[in-house]
């Protein structure tokens, strides 16, 4: 079971390069590639509960009401905080209209994002893919303008490439 969750979410690669090849609808891309992105981090969730219960003893048996605990506040705590720390920068990129400003401002959203989610033992890829989809979606229609706009995803973009490439060479 701890194998099955490891490898269980979908590869948001090949479902992004799948759909650029057929050409949907941007929104349609990005609500998909959340959606990927999300599986993604219920499958860490359910790797981190899978494997606390494949390393449990005798003496310390987890409970199905423990399991139930772990699994709302990993994966709901997650997403909420990312739903606050989305907000925080959607509110402070509002404010602004400088494309490196609001570029570093997603920078350290998404690092200081992760290490409160460590810290407080929810879900971190949850709480940035949350933050992730808030700032992307509806910071990009409301709070950037056109220029940052195209920055901000090209710069994505270029990360996402980086650390896929990244991924794969360390997988092979």
Request: aromatic share 6%; proline share 2%; charged share 10%.
């Amino acid at each position: 079971l701890v194998f099955g969750a490891l490898i269980s979410p979908t590869d948001p690669v090949a479902v992004l390069s799948l759909l650029k090849s057929i050409n949907v609808p941007d929104a349609l891309e990005a609500k998909i590639a959340g959606e990927s992105l999300f599986n993604d981090g219920v499958g860490v969730v359910v790797f981190a509960i899978l494997l606390t219960i494949a390393t449990s003893t005798g003496s310390t048996q987890v409970t199905a009401l423990e399991v139930g605990e772990l699994f709302v506040v990993e994966a709901l705590g997650g997403a909420l905080l990312g739903a606050v720390t989305g907000w925080i920068a959607y509110k402070a990129m509002s404010t602004m209209d400088e494309h490196m400003l609001e570029i570093l401002l997603t920078l350290g959203i998404v690092a200081a994002t992760y290490a409160i989610a460590l810290r407080l033992h929810l879900s971190g890829p949850i709480a940035v893919v949350v933050t992730g989809l808030l700032v992307g979606n509806r910071g990009a229609d409301m709070a950037m303008s056109d220029h940052t706009r195209g920055s901000m995803f090209s710069f994505w973009e270029l990360i996402d490439a980086i650390l896929n490439s990244v991924l794969f060479n360390l997988i092979g």
